[in-house]
C-alpha cells in the first residue's frame, strides 16, 4: 500500500502501547508485530502456555435471513445446507477458475444465521463478492466492528474458565454467541488449543486486560502469529494462496465435502472438478532446508538439474521446530516427502527437501 | 593524526571500530533491536575483497533478512565464527562480542564522511 493511505488503528491500540509492542504496517492495519519478550519466547511461550493476539484486523461478516444457508452454498463448497448450528468450518470463497478469493471459516450460528471470518487484506473484495451472489436472495450482509481477540495454547482453556469465560464445553471448530454481540469459537491459526473471541468494543478492554494479566498470558504479536501458523502447515492468504490457486493445488481439499467435489451450486463448482480428475500441475508442499539458512517467499526452487520447479511462498525459522521452515509450491511430481531440491538465496543455492506438514505435532483437536 | 581506536557509525546502523587501520564492523543496539531475535548471519569468507556499499552480511531475525553494508573498501580479514552456532549473540551484545568481520580499509579518506557517537544518538531522536 502507498504510505499516503491512512492506516486502521486498533481499538485496543493504548493497551498494546502500554503493553510495550512495536507496530508495523500489516493489510491496512497498524498491528502489533512485537511485544517486549520478542518473536521467539513469544512464540514458545503460546506453545508453552498461552498467548494473546489482537487479531482485529480480521473482518467478521454476519450473514441473516432465510437464504443465509442457500448464499453460503453458492460461496463456497460447504454443504451448508446441512451444517449443524455451532459448527465451524474452514472453507473459501472460490471465483470461476476455482482460485481462492479469500480463505475463511464459517460457522453456523442458527437456522438463518452465519458469521463468516474473513482476512483483513480481503475484507472489501470479499464483502462486495458476497454482496454480488445475494442479490434477489433474502439476507442481510453486515460487517461487524468487533474487537477480535486469539488466545492459543494449551493453558488457554483454564485462562478462559478462570477469566468467567464459559467455554470449555465448545468441541474444536465450533462457536456460538455467548452473549449479545460477542462470538466465541475454539479455534486458531498456531496449531494449538485455543480460542477466538470477538467482542463489542465497549467490553473488550476490560475482557483484554482480564485476560492479559493472567501469569499464564503473554501478548503475541503478529511476527509470532506467523511463525506459529507456518510451523503448522497453515495457509497465509495473499502468500500461500491466492486467486490464481485452487483448493487441489492447495492441498486443501479435505476442506471440500466428497459430495461437492464432482459438482455443485458454488461458483468455482465445474473447474474444481475438472482439476481433481485431471490432477493438479504443482502441489503445495513443506520444505526443510538442510543447514541453518532461512529460505523465504519469493525463493526460486529447482531441482538437482538447476531447472525451475517450483517456488517458496512462506518461509522462516521455526523456534519449536528449531531449524528453518517454509512452505510453497512444486511440480506435482516432486511433491513426495524427501525429494531433494534446491533453494536460490541470493544466488547461493540452499539444498532442501520436501518435508511433511505441520513441522510440529498439532494439540488443535481438528482442522 | 587519527586516535589509535575510535568508533564510527553509518546511517544504515553500523558500527565500525578502527584501530591500527583494521575496521571491526558490528550492527548497532538499536539495529538489533530493530530486527528482534536473530536466528541466522551469513558471512563472508575471509579474503573477500568489498567495496563500500557492497552488502558483507545478510543477517536475518525470525521474519525477515536484512542487509548490512561494506562501509568501506578493503578486504575482510576475520569473521565472527561464534554467531554461526549463537546467532543471538548480535541481539545480546550488539556492539562488541555480536561484531560481525573485520577488514582492512583501502582508502580511510572514506571514513571521514561517518558519525561519531553523539551525532548516530542524535539520528534516533
Same mark, same amino acid.
Given at each position: 500500500?502507498?504510505?499516503?493511505?491512512?492506516?486502521?488503528?486498533?481499538?485496543?491500540? %493504548?493497551?498494546?502501547?502500554?503493553?510495550? &509492542?512495536?507496530?508495523?504496517?500489516?493489510?491496512g492495519w497498524s498491528m502489533p508485530v512485537s511485544y517486549p519478550p520478542g518473536v521467539l519466547k513469544e512464540h514458545l511461550h503460546t506453545r508453552e502456555h498461552a498467548g494473546l493476539f489482537d487479531i482485529s484486523h480480521m473482518q467478521l461478516i454476519d450473514l441473516?435471513?432465510? $437464504?443465509? +444457508?442457500?448464499?453460503?452454498?453458492?460461496?463456497?463448497?460447504?454443504?451448508?445446507?446441512?451444517?449443524? @448450528?455451532?459448527? =465451524?468450518?474452514?472453507t473459501f470463497l472460490l471465483n470461476e477458475n476455482a482460485g481462492i478469493i479469500d480463505d475463511l471459516i464459517v460457522t453456523r450460528l442458527a437456522d438463518?444465521?452465519?458469521?463468516?471470518?474473513?482476512?483483513? %487484506?480481503?475484507?472489501?473484495? /470479499?464483502? &462486495?463478492?458476497?454482496?454480488?451472489?445475494?442479490?434477489?436472495? /433474502?439476507?442481510?450482509?453486515?460487517?461487524?466492528?468487533?474487537?477480535?481477540? &486469539?488466545?492459543?495454547?494449551?493453558? %488457554?482453556?483454564?485462562?478462559? +474458565?478462570?477469566?468467567?469465560? $464459559?467455554?470449555?464445553?465448545? =468441541?474444536?471448530?465450533?462457536?456460538?454467541?455467548?452473549?449479545?454481540?460477542?462470538?466465541?469459537?475454539?479455534?486458531?491459526?498456531?496449531?494449538?488449543d485455543g480460542f477466538e473471541i470477538a467482542l463489542p468494543i465497549e467490553d473488550a478492554e476490560e475482557i483484554a486486560e482480564k485476560l492479559a494479566g493472567d501469569a499464564r498470558v503473554e501478548w503475541i504479536g503478529l511476527a509470532a502469529r506467523d511463525s506459529l501458523r507456518l510451523e503448522a502447515g497453515l495457509c497465509l492468504y495473499g502468500n500461500d494462496l491466492d486467486?490464481?490457486?485452487?483448493?487441489?493445488?492447495?492441498?486443501?481439499?479435505? @476442506?471440500?465435502?466428497?459430495g461437492l467435489r464432482q459438482g455443485g451450486p458454488f461458483t468455482g463448482a465445474k473447474r474444481l472438478a475438472e482439476i481433481i480428475a485431471a490432477g493438479p500441475d504443482e502441489k503445495r508442499v513443506g520444505l526443510q532446508a538442510e543447514g541453518r539458512q532461512p529460505v523465504r517467499a519469493g525463493a526460486t526452487l529447482t531441482d538437482p538439474a538447476g531447472n525451475a520447479v517450483g517456488r517458496v511462498t512462506s518461509g522462516g525459522f521455526g523456534p519449536s521446530a528449531g531449524h528453518p521452515v517454509a512452505m510453497g509450491y512444486v511440480r506435482a511430481d516432486l511433491a513426495r516427502p524427501d525429494t531433494q531440491l534446491f533453494a536460490d538465496v541470493?544466488?547461493?543455492?540452499? +539444498?532442501?527437501?520436501? +518435508?511433511?506438514?505441520?513441522?510440529i505435532v498439532k494439540r488443535s483437536q481438528k482442522g | 593524526m587519527r586516535p589509535l581506536s575510535k568508533t564510527y557509525y553509518t546511517e544504515d546502523h553500523e558500527w565500525i571500530r578502527v584501530d591500527g587501520g583494521v575496521a571491526t564492523v558490528g550492527i548497532t543496539n538499536y539495529a538489533q533491536e530493530q530486527?528482534? $531475535?536473530?536466528?541466522?548471519? $551469513?558471512?563472508? %569468507?575471509?579474503?573477500?575483497?568489498?567495496?563500500?556499499?557492497?552488502?558483507l552480511v545478510v543477517v536475518e531475525s525470525v521474519k525477515a533478512a536484512s542487509d548490512v553494508f561494506s562501509p568501506v573498501d578493503g578486504e575482510i580479514k576475520s569473521i565472527n565464527e561464534a554467531?554461526?552456532?549463537?546467532?543471538?549473540?548480535?541481539?545480546?551484545?550488539?556492539?562488541? /562480542?555480536?561484531?560481525?568481520? =573485520?577488514?582492512?580499509?583501502?582508502?580511510?579518506?572514506?571514513?571521514?564522511?561517518?558519525?561519531? @557517537?553523539? &551525532?548516530?544518538?542524535?539520528?534516533?531522536?
Open positions: 500500500m502507498s504510505e499516503s493511505e491512512t492506516l486502521k488503528e486498533l481499538p485496543l491500540k %493504548a493497551l498494546h502501547e502500554r503493553a510495550g &509492542a512495536k507496530f508495523s504496517p500489516f493489510a441473516n435471513g432465510a $437464504d443465509a +444457508a442457500r448464499l453460503i452454498a453458492r460461496l463456497c463448497p460447504l454443504e451448508a445446507e446441512s451444517q449443524a @448450528a455451532g459448527a =465451524s468450518k474452514y438463518e444465521r452465519f458469521m463468516i471470518v474473513a482476512n483483513a %487484506a480481503r475484507a472489501s473484495v /470479499d464483502v &462486495a463478492w458476497i454482496r454480488e451472489r445475494a442479490k434477489g436472495m /433474502d439476507v442481510s450482509i453486515e460487517p461487524l466492528q468487533r474487537v477480535f481477540l &486469539a488466545l492459543q495454547g494449551p493453558e %488457554a482453556v483454564s485462562v478462559m +474458565a478462570d477469566a468467567g469465560i $464459559d467455554a470449555g464445553h465448545l =468441541s474444536f471448530m465450533s462457536g456460538f454467541e455467548p452473549r449479545s454481540g460477542w462470538f466465541l469459537t475454539r479455534s486458531g491459526y498456531t496449531g494449538e486467486e490464481e490457486t485452487d483448493p487441489v493445488s492447495a492441498g486443501l481439499i479435505w @476442506a471440500i465435502p466428497k541470493r544466488g547461493k543455492q540452499v +539444498a532442501m527437501r520436501v +518435508a511433511k506438514l505441520p513441522f | 530486527l528482534g $531475535d536473530l536466528v541466522f548471519v $551469513d558471512l563472508p %569468507a575471509p579474503g573477500t575483497s568489498a567495496s563500500k556499499g557492497d552488502t554467531l554461526s552456532s549463537e546467532p543471538g549473540l548480535v541481539n545480546s551484545a550488539a556492539e562488541s /562480542d555480536g561484531w560481525l568481520w =573485520s577488514m582492512s580499509i583501502a582508502d580511510e579518506s572514506q571514513l571521514d564522511g561517518l558519525m561519531d @557517537a553523539e &551525532a548516530y544518538q542524535k539520528t534516533l531522536g
